[in-house]
């Protein structure tokens, strides 16, 4: 019998095609790195301006029209408060959080605002099935409780760990985190409530570009006062909110061991090829049980004909 | 095209006040204010009695106002451009640090914004900045209440005055984020 192809043909062809079609997309992935949205906001904390007395936290509160706190916002022992051995942390109560730092050799305390961080590539968002999470131009990481499915897997990748669930609703379950006041102000043009609330003015709202030039002026024109690194210039690809520290940042609670790039970037080439599997394979494989199947059939037939 | 006499009467008024200040002379504590009140920013907090007198016993000019009085050894990143800048016609902190700060007239609007003073703060950030270090130095009052009592506004942002203040309460009933 004639064959226009021979199975072994068959298999070389196919693999050649599908190393090349892999290849060829993985390739592309490296040149689609996002750099962040042109105009988009940001923030710059400056540590050495803030004095602790979290007017923010109760800013925050009130433009997010989040529950009334434990204890009143002037209230100063939650400083000393230990959850399981770590500080405060932001929970479906509260969006921000200010943190005491003490730093041997210095005569006074750091203080540390956390919230979210509104990544450039936030991987609460590449990692969210329902995108649920969307990076607006103004530079927010927005969340839809509408479509989330709440599998919280967004929490599990946030480098900062700054999603909270809301636990305490069993009608409303939801992930509960600093929308950089999106709807009330950001798309308005003003800067958010936590800012405008800083007496100290350790909060600077800006474009993000400025905020870099401005950090870096500030550590020129002031020698010695602070580390010469912006956090939040480079870690985790880059994020909206960024901090100056006059102390080592690993000593003020910093994860200084945050990628310099998206979290993004350790699975983008596998999940390149995703799409590519899920088309080719099935054709491929297929492909091959025919093959198989062909060999038994005409057996069979031969089989047949000895009979008859 | 007419001209208003009154107008006309109030811009001889603003030039004649212009001259009168003797340029080339610097400033000095004499020629400020005995006491004033610091209240642009007053609401949640009281408005600050500040006793301009005994202030300047404690602080030279240029301290506080740079080198508009016309004292001139400063900030180097001042000097850089105002070593030998005279005194100026505005001496007051409200009238360059704006009240509103990083609104779309400070940030977005820029285009054609003043190349060197781009990291100035607004007015809050500016005294804050100013007196919170010296305050602390010297022992004077350096918490919030020390300077300006909180008006009601202000209790009830800090949630000082809510008897509910015992626990955190989970929002109830409505669902403020949902859409």
Redesign the interface.
């Known amino acids: 019998m004639n064959q226009l192809i021979d199975r072994r043909g068959f298999l070389r062809g196919s693999l050649a095609a599908s190393t090349a079609a892999t290849t060829s997309l993985a390739k592309n992935t490296e040149a689609a790195s996002f750099e962040g949205y042109p105009n988009a906001m940001g923030v710059l904390v400056d540590l050495s301006r803030c004095v602790g007395c979290r007017s923010c936290e109760a800013a925050c509160n009130k433009e997010q029209r989040l529950p009334a706190p434990e204890k009143p916002f002037t209230d100063f022992s939650v400083f000393d408060e230990l959850h399981h051995g770590q500080k405060r942390r932001t929970d479906e109560t509260r969006y921000t959080v200010v943190n005491r730092y003490e730093i041997p050799g210095r005569k006074h305390p750091l203080f540390r605002k956390i919230q979210c961080n509104h990544c450039q590539e936030p991987a609460c968002l590449t990692s969210c099935f329902v995108n649920a999470y969307t990076k607006t131009p103004e530079g927010a990481v927005i969340y839809n409780a509408d479509v989330c499915v709440g599998c919280r897997t967004c929490m599990v990748a946030c480098p900062f760990y700054i999603p909270a669930f809301r636990y305490s609703s069993a009608f409303h379950p939801r992930i509960m985190k600093c929308i950089f006041c999106y709807d009330t102000r950001l798309t308005k043009g003003l800067p958010p409530a936590c800012v405008e609330a800083c007496p100290q003015e350790a909060l600077t709202f800006g474009r993000r570009s400025d905020l870099v030039t401005m950090g870096k002026q500030r550590i020129r024109e002031n020698p010695g006062a602070y580390v010469d690194h912006i956090y939040g210039e480079h870690e985790a690809g880059g994020t909206a909110w960024m901090y100056l520290s006059p102390a080592p940042f690993e000593q003020v609670g910093f994860d200084t061991s945050v990628p310099k790039e998206p979290i993004l970037n350790y699975v983008k080439d596998f999940l390149s090829i995703v799409p590519m599997v899920l088309t080719i394979w099935p054709a491929l494989f297929a492909g091959f049980h025919l093959l198989a199947a062909r060999k038994d059939k005409r057996a069979q037939l031969n089989k047949n004909e000895e009979e008859v | 095209m007419t001209i208003n006499p009154k107008a006309m009467l109030a811009a001889a008024v603003v030039l004649l006040a212009g001259t009168l200040a003797s340029p080339g002379q610097a400033m000095d504590q004499l020629d400020a204010p005995e006491t004033m009140t610091i209240g642009a920013l007053a609401n949640l907090y009281r408005p600050v009695p500040f006793s301009h007198v005994r202030h300047t016993k404690l602080a030279r000019c240029k301290d506080c106002h740079h080198h508009t009085t016309g004292q001139q050894d400063m900030d180097p990143?001042c000097s850089r451009c105002h070593a030998y800048s005279p005194e100026a016609s505005i001496v007051a902190c409200k009238d360059c640090h704006t009240q509103k700060?990083?609104?779309?007239e400070q940030?977005?609007a820029g285009d054609h914004r003043n190349l060197y003073h781009?990291?100035k703060?607004?007015l809050?950030?500016a005294?804050?900045?100013n007196c919170?270090p010296c305050h602390?130095k010297k022992n004077a009052p350096s918490d919030?209440e020390g300077c300006h009592a909180l008006t009601d506004a202000g209790k009830q942002?800090?949630?000082?005055n809510?008897q509910?203040?015992?626990?955190?309460?989970?929002?109830k009933g409505r669902?403020?984020?949902?859409?």
Do not use: E, M, W
């Open positions: 990143n700060q990083f609104y779309p940030v977005t781009i990291d703060p607004g809050k950030g005294y804050h900045l919170v602390a919030c942002f800090f949630h000082l809510s509910a203040a015992g626990k955190a309460q989970p929002a669902d403020n984020h949902a859409r």
